[in-house]
C-alpha cells in the first residue's frame, strides 16, 4: 500500500520533515517514491510548503495519508 507521510531529516533536537508518498513495507527514513512537500516545526512561524498538485495526484492513485500528514495536507489548503 502507498501511503503520504512523513520522514524525519535533520540533526539531534532539530527535526525538520519532509513529506514523502512511500511504499507502507519500506522503512520510515528509507527508500520513498516522491517527494511532495517540507515540514519545519523549528522556526517561527512554522515552515509548511506542500506541492498540492502531487499530493491530489497521489490521492487519487490511492495513496492514503498518515494521520499526522492529513493534518499538514489540510492547514496547506488541500481537501481529502
Do not use: C, H, Q
Not at 525538520?16 to 517514491?33: E, N, Q, W
Not at 498540492?52 to 494521520?67: H, M, N, R
Request: hydrophobic share 40%; charged share 35%; glycine share 6%.
Amino acid at each position: 500500500m502507498v501511503k503520504i507521510r512523513l520522514r524525519r531529516d535533520g540533526a539531534k533536537k532539530n527535526p525538520y520533515y519532509t513529506l514523502v508518498v512511500a511504499d507502507s513495507r519500506f522503512p520510515a527514513d528509507g527508500r520513498f517514491i516522491e517527494k511532495v512537500g517540507t515540514y519545519n516545526p523549528m522556526v517561527e512561524p512554522v515552515e509548511l510548503k506542500v506541492d498540492t498538485e502531487k499530493v491530489v495526484e497521489w490521492i487519487k492513485k490511492g495513496a492514503k495519508p498518515t494521520d499526522t500528514a492529513a493534518a499538514l495536507i489540510k492547514k496547506a489548503g488541500v481537501e481529502i
